[in-house]
């Protein structure tokens, strides 16, 4: 069974920095994509980055220049790195993986920026 789990979420200040963690119960080569996505409170879910196996990351305008997603197959981790954190990024956010047709979504974590 396929889980994906979150962690690193928090309350950090507006210009802070945060890394996310999302750690597969399986090998990350079964999955053709994987990513983040966010829900900002009273908001849809949105997309932030998803990447392939192979190739350059695909990112939302708002998160180009301040997120970095790292994708360790070998560890079985996908990571986010937000720098420069600002208060339109306060959500709930998944991390999010495509594999054999189906689509797996972790339960969530909550990143606020706030002073």
């Known amino acids: 069974q396929v889980q994906l789990v979150e962690s690193g979420g928090g309350l950090v200040q507006p210009g802070g920095s945060l890394r996310l963690s999302c750690a597969a119960s399986?090998?990350?080569?079964?999955?053709?994509?994987m990513g983040w996505y966010r829900q900002p409170p009273g908001k849809p879910r949105e997309l932030v980055v998803t990447?392939?196996?192979?190739?350059?990351?695909n990112y939302v305008d708002s998160a180009k220049g301040r997120f970095t997603i790292i994708r360790n197959n070998a560890a079985n981790t996908v990571d986010l790195q937000m720098n420069s954190l600002k208060p339109e990024d306060t959500a709930v956010y998944y991390c999010?993986?495509?594999?054999?047709?189906?689509?797996?979504w972790g339960q969530g974590t909550q990143v606020t920026v706030s002073a």
């Open positions: 999010y993986a495509n594999g054999d047709s189906n689509d797996y």
């Open positions: 399986v090998s990350m080569f079964r999955f053709n994509v």
């Open positions: 990447k392939g196996r192979y190739g350059s990351p």
